[in-house]
């Protein structure tokens, strides 16, 4: 029998995640086609644990993995070079972590920024749009690295009460976009904030600490969160003291190569 898609109007609402399609079709994880990106259509979205992710000429796709991948922040992984750079980092009166300083500019280099292997972007003009309003709105956020009064990396997410979802960073320095991914573990485990959803399954993710769980603990998970009063959106360098002086997770194995001048994935899709 042929795979059925089913095909949204902006006023219909989201098919149940467990309708998505299995790790036996064309695309595993594929939910609808069609409906919205405006407020109230992505917010719906988020707090059932779906995503649009979608290229130029196509209409919008819902997706809702299984597994999911995401990192516990309290096994982040802190390789022995990412720990020095931190340790550079923090250290450099002109290297700084900004919050919700500059998003549109974060959200338009993570679409422009060249990335290995890729052609294009899934960062259409239509989804910039979109997660500015969500920004506006308060439940979008960007994580900055600044050098020198100079944007050279950071990642855009998305929160609804204490549930964090990542969607996408970028780096134009060494490391710049795992400076930022660091700094977001920090205010997170500041926060409360148990899990961040990376989406989909990466190597570079992986790397860092990121794993895979059921779709249906996750939904468990983003149910309890995001009833949770919402984050602190602040960066104090303090912050850097829980992770550099005790990480909970250290590892000598080599990190991943510099991101220079690439955009990395955070998720896949990213």
């Not at 993995?65 to 309290?74: E, G, I, K, S, T």
């Not at 390789?79 to 974060?106: M, N, W, Y």
């Not at 855009?156 to 969607?167: D, I, K, N, P, Q």
């Amino acid at each position: 029998m042929p795979l059925q898609l089913p095909w949204l109007e902006p006023e219909d609402p989201l098919p149940p995640p467990n309708r998505a399609w299995g790790p036996d079709t064309p695309a595993p994880g594929l939910l609808a086609a069609g409906g919205a990106l405006d407020l109230a259509y992505l917010r719906a979205a988020y707090a059932q644990g779906c995503f649009p992710w979608f290229s130029a000429g196509q209409s919008i796709l819902w997706w809702s993995p299984d597994p999911r991948m995401v990192l516990p922040v309290a096994e982040f992984r802190l390789h022995r070079s990412l720990r020095k750079t931190l340790q550079r980092f923090a250290a450099t009166p002109d290297c700084e972590i900004r919050i919700d300083h500059a998003f549109g500019q974060v959200i338009r280099a993570c679409a422009s920024t060249p990335r290995a292997g890729q052609n294009g972007t899934w960062i259409v003009p239509e989804m910039v749009r979109a997660y500015e309003r969500l920004h506006a709105a308060g439940d979008a956020h960007s994580v900055e690295t600044w050098v020198d009064g100079k944007l050279v990396g950071g990642l855009y997410c998305v929160a609804l009460g204490r549930a964090v979802f990542g969607e996408s960073m970028f780096a134009h320095a060494s490391d710049a976009s795992k400076i930022a991914l660091a700094a977001l573990v920090c205010l997170c485990r500041r926060e409360g904030v148990a899990l961040i959803d990376c989406q989909q399954n990466t190597a570079h993710l992986a790397s860092l600490g990121a794993r895979e769980i059921p779709r249906t603990d996750f939904l468990q998970h983003i149910a309890t969160a995001q009833t949770l009063p919402p984050l602190r959106w602040h960066f104090d360098p303090s912050y850097w003291d829980g992770l550099l002086a005790h990480p909970l997770v250290h590892s000598t194995t080599a990190a991943t190569p510099p991101a220079a001048a690439t955009a990395s994935p955070l998720p896949a899709h990213a």
